[in-house]
């Protein structure tokens, strides 16, 4: 099993998209944990259905990743697709810790 954040990508991928794909990791499993404590059942599971989607995304990116090769025109497409699947993951992370802070004041307004 691998640690938080680390990928198993050939040795052929470049660091720096190497980086990018641990970073997502990292970020989706942060709203992962912010997707629990959400009282409110709707919201708990459309978020698990956003963060499902974007997990799934992922995956395809690194899947993508370990048959590129040395085809920089593919890292360079993998690169825009992680970067939009950063800025949805960043969009959402924000509104989750949002939401579970309003929630926990909700829950206990001495806060």
Not at 35 to 62: K, N, Q, W, Y
Not at 89 to 95: C, I, Q, R
């Amino acid at each position: 099993m691998l640690a938080r954040g680390e990928v198993d990508l050939p040795d052929g991928v470049p660091l720096s998209i190497k980086r990018l794909v641990s970073e997502q990791r990292v970020e989706l499993d942060d709203i992962r944990a912010l997707v629990a404590p959400l009282t409110d059942p709707r919201g708990r599971a459309r978020a698990t259905g956003d963060l499902d989607a974007m997990t799934s995304e992922l995956g395809e990116i690194e899947r993508d990743l370990k048959t590129a090769g040395a085809d920089s025109e593919r890292f360079d497409a993998t690169v825009v697709n992680l970067q939009r699947l950063a800025t949805r993951t960043s969009l959402m992370h924000e509104a989750l810790r949002g939401a579970v802070a309003t929630t926990a004041l909700e829950l206990d307004p001495s806060r």
